[in-house]
């Protein structure tokens, strides 16, 4: 009985751990603010949302490989993927840069007007982000009486074993 217990605690505090570390436990609050613009170096992207890390890391890689200097991931997603298949889901992938950039074709430059977001920070695996952020997302609009107005903005920041993204949510 009492290795029972002794392994129910372990497996217990193993598992808080890895929650933790995966950022589920992590706090999401939200601030109002305008923010922007942004400028960046991309590829357009059709398909599941989750893929667009690829497209981050090809764009990070001709960046690196044309020694061109940026500084975060981005990643802006244009529709809801509860209405529209995933394999016909539209967004961009990219670099954050500071300013106007040449490159080459498949890349291109492009600016994310200034705007009005909701804006949170998750701290964690970045896979698990959306789900943990997005419906606290739609918990904030509905107590503060926001909508969302237009395409949603991911920045996946440098560094760190548990990376932060910066969600933001165009929002009136």
């Avoid at 999401?28 to 922007?36: A, M, S, W």
Wanted: glycine share 8%; hydrophobic share 45%.
């Amino acid at each position: 009985m009492k290795k029972i217990l002794i392994i129910a605690v372990v497996l217990g505090v193993a598992a808080l751990a890895a929650a933790w570390f995966s950022g589920v436990l992590s706090p999401v609050t939200f601030t109002d603010r305008y923010e922007g613009p942004f400028f960046v170096v991309y590829e357009d992207h059709v398909g599941a949302y989750p893929l667009i890390e690829q497209v981050v890391k090809d764009v990070s890689k001709r960046m690196d490989d044309a020694n061109l200097p940026y500084t975060d991931g981005f990643g802006q997603f244009y529709d809801d993927p509860k209405t529209v298949p995933a394999d016909k889901l539209r967004s961009i992938g990219g670099v954050l840069v500071s300013g106007v950039t040449q490159v080459d074709s498949p890349m291109a430059f492009g600016t994310i007007q200034y705007d009005h977001y909701a804006i949170a920070s998750f701290k964690g695996l970045s896979m698990l982000g959306p789900s943990v952020v997005y419906p606290k997302a739609v918990e904030w609009m509905k107590a503060n009486n926001k909508t969302l107005n237009g395409a949603v903005i991911e920045i996946y920041k440098k560094g760190g074993l548990k990376k932060e993204v910066i969600f933001m949510f165009p929002i009136n």
